[in-house]
């Protein structure tokens, strides 16, 4: 008796990905996965994933081959302006930066927000 074979991951990955409710939610646990401590390889795969399926088949190779490089180059930056040409970057394949209430917190008090916290912001 023979195994069945199994299917490629990547291509059903990708098919999927091609819902952008379906991309928005993977983002989102792809950047809440590990705490704060997200990989930036990990990062750059799930956004070049999300791109092969929203953004590429709707540019031109070369639009295309433009854009993955941006995503390297805001990927390698450091400041708030990595913030805005991420927001960007997904601007242009139907998505946009958001922030959420974390609701594993809700015990806390709201203004519980400490200096470290806030300086730690203040260098992104």
Do not use: C
């Amino acid at each position: 008796m023979t195994m069945p074979k199994s299917l490629p991951y990547h291509p059903y990955k990708i098919s999927n990905l091609k819902d952008p409710a379906y991309s928005a939610g993977y983002l989102t646990e792809i950047f809440e996965e590990e705490e704060g401590d997200l990989e930036l390889g990990i990062m750059r795969k799930a956004l070049q994933d999300v791109f092969e399926a929203l953004g590429e088949p709707n540019m031109s190779a070369e639009d295309a081959k433009l854009h993955l490089e941006k995503l390297d180059l805001l990927l390698s930056g450091e400041g708030s302006a990595t913030v805005y040409a991420l927001a960007s970057w997904l601007n242009a394949l139907g998505l946009k930066l958001s922030v959420a209430v974390d609701e594993r917190d809700k015990g806390q008090e709201e203004d519980s927000v400490g200096a470290a916290e806030l300086a730690e912001v203040g260098n992104i």
